[in-house]
């Protein structure tokens, strides 16, 4: 027992060091410099450190495979069947004409009529548009987290080891290292705003209140090791406008509003998030409605337009696909935000998977998985496109209008424009698109069968 | 092992490789995004794909995956859920002509396509499509369309029936009642529709990092 007494007190001494340490290095180079907003590089170095290690990664497991003759597993990311581009009537025709050499004007039915919506049936059952954006990005090259590997048996020893490695210093560093710094932010957001909550309104009160707000997203930022690359921050939003973007995880938030000072709208949560919610609120005037109060669309869209009016008052921030899309397209745009007749400010945001997917599959994952995910990933590295201000044209209409801003994101971001609604994930088509091929089809067959009849 | 092919699409003369293993695991990974990580896929688990919406006979194609005839079982009627084999099984009915396929081969593989499609039209099961089944089948097609009166969509069906029994049973007498279109009829009216060319699916080809032999 007495051997063990100086070894004892060695450990907790090293303990104690340590996490003195931790704390200092966390102080100096991280807090201090979101507090004044400006950066050391220290992150865009780790990033191209661990592209160089996946890059290494990645030549293993091929090297791998070609020794043991094993085709790879590539996903392949636009589709796996090949869908012909012809139209209904053109395949219609076609088979018409090599079955019974009728042509398409007699208006009668064939047989083999029905051979076309089935083989469409049946591609579709095989590979859709829709279905395949609610499921996370696939990557190309390995970038040593399990849980995007789909090629794991041609591991060599050096890699699992490099991959133990990085399990290591992901759980065990960098895991504690952001969970300390998310509350460091969060807590001083809560307490920065109540504090600055109780000035009396006029301008050092909204000054405070900026700076308390951006100060606490950068620590946020840097709790995930978010490395943002913003562009065309000339045309960031101004005061009187509202500003939309593509949603792909809860984290855009933090991202946008660490490099700009806008009005959230959203509902009002419990727990934590109430708490924080309630806090900023009283700094600054967000627009939080109650959870019965969403479902009344006039009521929301009133209270947005009264905001909007006042030109004094920070930019909305809004997303209007309503749902988180998987950051390979952006979905179909919810009208409200269009209709209030506000200076729209787009903004693109895209994500590279190599680091981290930061796609929130909230059928699949709680948030609080979701967190522990994402502070479990090397680094969120994103790119931040501020496209120029749009306003509502005369002669187009509040969905028009929405296309269009939809078409500028997707171009920007480099994502696909689809026409299809984000909340397909959860509900199921309307009615009227389903109308317009069978109608397309049944105009083919009787359309005509009734101009012979009449005359 | 499969051939690495290059990206141009398949010219109509080079006809594409056999299922390969990669297609499968495509195949597999649908399977699972469709039933939700589960062993089997419901008839409920087709309503997660919306461009399926579009199509009129969508009912009837989800139908010819729980068939089991389709499903090369020995019994009658309807699954009522299916695992990957079965799920795979249904898809190989439109696999695409292999290039060493012989005459006798070739015939097999379009009567089983046929066949499918028979299944489709045939939905009590008993060997034959009656004016009924006719009838529903074109209904369901052109169910779309909300000003077409079930009369006309009747007439259409009732003229293409007469056509069919014309073609397969020829001059009929007046007290003659044609019972249906049997498989071998049915074969008839497909006669110079290359349906063995049409009716498949073409994987697009997929790179896989070269290695030598």
Same mark, same amino acid.
């Given at each position: 027992?007495?051997?063990l007494?100086p $070894?004892d007190?060695?450990v907790?001494?090293l303990?104690g060091?340590?996490? %003195? +340490?931790?704390? %200092? ?10 507090i ?5 590089g ?5 990033m191209k ?13 091929? @090297? ?9 597993y ?5 589709g ?11 395949e ?22 029905? $051979?076309? $919506? ?8 095989m ?6 954006r609610?499921?996370?990005e696939?990557?190309?090259s390995?970038n ?9 048996q ?5 890699l ?10 992901r759980? /065990?560093?960098?895991?504690?290292l952001?969970i300390?710094?998310? $509350?460091t ?5 809560? %307490?920065?705003?109540?504090v600055?909550g ?14 308390v707000?951006l &100060?606490?997203y950068?620590? /946020?930022?840097?709790?995930l090791?978010?490395?943002? %690359?913003y562009h065309?921050?000339e045309? @960031?939003?101004?005061?009187?406008g509202?500003?939309?973007?593509n949603?792909?995880?809860?984290i855009?938030v ?6 700009g000072y ?9 727990g934590?998030?109430?708490v ?8 600054c ?5 109650e959870r019965s ?6 009521? +929301? ?5 009264? *905001? ?10 809004i997303f209007?696909?309503?749902t988180?899309i998987?950051?390979t397209s ?10 209030i007749?506000?200076t ?5 945001i ?16 709680g948030? +609080?998985t979701?967190?522990?995910r &994402?502070?479990t990933s090397?680094?969120?590295v994103?790119?931040?496109?501020y ?15 929405a ?16 026409l ?8 199921? +088509?309307?009615?009227?698109f ?8 049944s105009? &083919?067959?009787?359309?005509? *069968?009734?101009?012979?009849? @009449?005359? | 092992?499969?051939?690495a092919?290059? =990206?141009?699409?398949p010219?109509p003369?080079? !006809? ?8 499968i695991?495509h195949?597999?990974r649908r399977?699972?995004?469709l039933s ?6 419901r008839?409920? #688990?087709?309503d ?6 579009f ?8 139908h =010819?995956?729980f ?5 090369r079982q ?5 699954a009522?859920?299916? #695992?990957f ?8 009915? !439109?696999?695409?002509?292999?290039? #060493?396929?012989?005459e ?9 396509k ?5 299944h489709m ?14 009838? #529903?089948v074109?209904?369901?097609?052109l169910?779309?369309?909300p ?5 006309s ?9 007469m ?10 007498g ?8 049997? !498989? ?12 063995e ?6 994987f697009?080809?997929m ?7």
């Amino acid at each position: 027992m007495f051997l063990l007494l100086p $070894f004892d007190s060695l450990v907790v001494n090293l303990l104690g060091i340590s996490i %003195t +340490v931790l704390f %200092t290095l966390l102080l100096v180079f991280i807090i201090v410099p979101a507090i004044f907003g400006v950066s050391f590089g220290i992150r865009k170095v780790y990033m191209k450190t661990l592209l160089k290690i996946f890059q290494w990664a990645t030549l293993r497991i091929e @090297r791998g495979a070609k020794e043991k003759n094993h085709p790879l597993y590539k996903p392949y990311v636009n589709g796996i069947i090949a869908k012909d581009p012809t139209s209904l009537e053109e395949e219609i025709k076609e088979i018409r004409r090599s079955g019974s050499g009728k042509a398409l004007d007699t208006p009668e039915f064939e047989l083999s009529d029905i $051979f076309y $919506f089935c083989r469409k049936g049946i591609e579709t059952i095989m590979d859709d548009e829709v279905t395949k954006r609610f499921s996370a990005e696939e990557l190309e090259s390995w970038n040593l987290l399990s849980r995007t590997n789909y090629n794991f048996q041609y591991i060599s020893l050096r890699l699992t080891v490099l991959w133990g490695l990085g399990v290591l210093i992901r759980y /065990c560093f960098l895991l504690p290292l952001r969970i300390a710094l998310a $509350f460091t932010g969060i807590s001083l957001l809560v %307490t920065g705003t109540t504090v600055v909550g109780y000035l009396p309104n006029g301008r050092c009160k909204e000054f405070l209140s900026k700076h308390v707000h951006l &100060m606490c997203y950068r620590i /946020c930022v840097r709790a995930l090791t978010a490395i943002i %690359t913003y562009h065309d921050r000339e045309n @960031r939003p101004r005061n009187g406008g509202i500003c939309v973007a593509n949603h792909t995880s809860p984290i855009d938030v933090i991202i946008l509003a660490s490099d700009g000072y806008y009005a959230m709208v959203g509902q009002i949560h419990g727990g934590l998030m109430g708490v924080i919610q309630r806090a900023m609120v009283k700094a600054c005037p967000h627009v939080w409605f109650e959870r019965s109060e969403v479902k009344d669309r006039h009521l +929301v869209a009133k209270r947005l337009t009264e *905001h909007v009016q006042d030109k004094s008052k920070l930019p909305i921030l809004i997303f209007p696909e309503g749902t988180c899309i998987n950051n390979t397209s952006v979905m179909m745009f919810k009208k409200g935000s269009f209709e209030i007749g506000a200076t729209v400010y787009p903004v693109a945001i895209k994500y590279d998977p190599q680091f981290g997917d930061a796609f929130w599959n909230s059928s699949k994952y709680g948030m +609080v998985t979701y967190l522990l995910r &994402m502070m479990t990933s090397w680094a969120i590295v994103c790119s931040v496109w501020y496209l120029p201000p749009m306003t509502r044209q005369p002669e187009e209409d509040a969905v028009q209008f929405a296309n269009r801003v939809k078409s500028a994101i997707a171009r920007q971001g480099g994502l696909v424009d689809l026409l299809w609604d984000g909340g397909l994930k959860r509900e199921k +088509v309307k009615d009227a698109f389903k109308e317009e091929q069978q109608k397309l089809y049944s105009k &083919m067959i009787v359309g005509n *069968h009734e101009d012979r009849s @009449r005359s | 092992l499969p051939r690495a092919q290059g =990206a141009h699409p398949p010219s109509p003369l080079s !006809f594409p490789p056999t299922v390969t293993s990669e297609q499968i695991e495509h195949l597999h990974r649908r399977f699972k995004q469709l039933s939700r990580d589960q062993l089997t896929i419901r008839k409920e #688990n087709f309503d997660s794909i919306p461009d399926l919406e579009f199509n009129p006979i969508r009912g009837k194609i989800v139908h =010819a995956f729980f068939d089991k005839r389709n499903l090369r079982q020995e019994s009658d009627g309807l699954a009522d859920e299916i #695992n990957f084999e079965d799920f795979l099984t249904i898809m190989s009915y !439109f696999r695409p002509i292999e290039m #060493n396929m012989d005459e006798e081969q070739l015939d097999r593989f379009r009567k089983e396509k046929l066949k499918f499609l028979f299944h489709m039209y045939d939905s009590d099961h008993d060997g034959k499509i009656t004016l009924q089944e006719y009838r #529903n089948v074109v209904e369901e097609l052109l169910s779309g369309n909300p000003h077409l009166e079930k009369e006309s969509a009747r007439s259409i069906a009732d003229g293409a029936m007469m056509e069919a029994a014309s073609i397969c049973v020829g001059q009929m007498g007046p007290d003659q009642v044609y019972e249906g279109i049997t !498989f071998e009829d049915f074969l008839k009216m497909w006669q110079g529709i290359d349906i063995e060319t049409k009716m498949h699916v073409r994987f697009l080809n997929m790179e896989t990092i070269a290695h030598c032999y």
